[in-house]
């Protein structure tokens, strides 16, 4: 094993419970039998195999077009018989995100966002490592604008605060027509937020920015961001996504740094500012390169470092 690799073995471990906290699968309850077509295979699809004139085109024209439908639209093509399935499962973004983030895709059509984004705006997330809101790793993905973003600010950013279609109207001026064209997802009945609580009742909901966008008036009054931290709404908008790096071919979820884990234990009577910002520090994410930088300005985690290399040194003797 290579020293950065030891590095992150021995230094970094990661807090899984907010993936629980949000649109995860399995452990929705109810929801186990929901799977995407677009990831089935049918191993007898329709036998017919003309595609009628797109057999015309080239194979790198029929997957241009493909990267350009909404999801929804691949599905149904995929399903048309063994030519169509071959094509779509021959894109290479198809076999990326069927393989790394079928979560994602399964999230997007259970609650009827894949309608809305295409191919090709779900696999350049899947590329990207940032949150679009505060730039550090980003580990999830906001279904109804399709945006990545991390846990901190999908619990606290007032733009990753769904909302319902009744408040965009009343907020922004929307009429039916005019709210037509902005996402809408439904939600999934399952467990949610810190506190584990079932909710059967599915909602609809739509991002605040885009519902913004199509509107014709800036709302009077805009609802602290504080005030929804709790709002349950926050956690049914979100699912688990990770990271493609496409040079290496590898795929990342996210690392915590044991040494600001360490910070946590040791201030426990601190301000609430400054505990604010240890809380923060603790459960950042990085990438396995992001982490070696960090280790270079951590003093932490580099004294955890050198107490297992002390470690090791005296199990030699």
């Known amino acids: 094993m290579s020293l950065p690799d030891e590095k992150v073995r021995i230094l970094t471990y990661r807090d899984g419970d907010t993936n629980t906290w949000m649109i995860n699968f399995p452990g929705l309850a109810g929801m186990d039998h929901m799977e995407s077509d677009l990831l089935k295979h049918n191993s007898a699809p329709h036998a017919f195999r003309s595609l009628g004139t797109l057999d015309v085109l080239p194979l790198e024209l029929q997957h241009e077009i493909l990267r350009q439908l ?102 922004y001026g929307l009429t ?13 009945p399952g467990d949610y937020g810190i506190l584990d609580t079932l909710y059967q009742r599915r909602l609809i909901l739509l991002s605040r920015a885009l519902a913004q966008q199509a509107g014709c008036r800036t709302p009077t009054e805009t609802p602290a961001a504080r005030d929804t931290m709790q709002d349950v709404r926050r956690y ?68 955890l470092w050198a107490e297992a290399l002390k470690i090791r040194a005296e199990t030699r003797k």
């Open 70 to 171: 909404v999801l929804r639209n691949i599905t149904t093509f995929k399903s048309l018989n063994s030519r169509a399935q071959m094509i779509v499962t021959s894109l290479p973004e198809y076999r990326d995100l069927a393989s790394h983030a079928p979560g994602a895709i399964r999230a997007l059509a259970s609650t009827g966002i894949d309608s809305y984004f295409t191919l090709s705006q779900l696999f350049d997330l899947l590329c990207v490592q940032r949150c679009s809101l505060c730039n550090d790793f980003g580990d999830f993905l906001f279904l109804p604008a399709l945006t990545r973003c991390c846990a901190r600010c999908s619990e606290s950013a007032l733009d990753l605060m769904p909302m319902s279609r009744a408040a965009a109207k009343a907020a």
């Open 176 to 188: 039916d027509k005019t709210l037509e064209p902005v996402p809408k997802m439904t939600t999934l």
């Open 236 to 303: 049914m908008a979100v699912t688990p996504f990770p990271y493609l790096d496409r040079k290496p071919g590898k795929v990342e979820h996210g690392i915590q740094c044991k040494g600001c884990e360490r910070v946590m234990d040791w201030r426990r009577s601190v301000s609430y500012e400054l505990r604010q910002d240890i809380i923060m520090r603790r459960d950042r994410l990085y990438t396995t390169e992001g982490f070696l930088t960090h280790f270079e300005r951590c003093r932490e985690v580099q004294e």
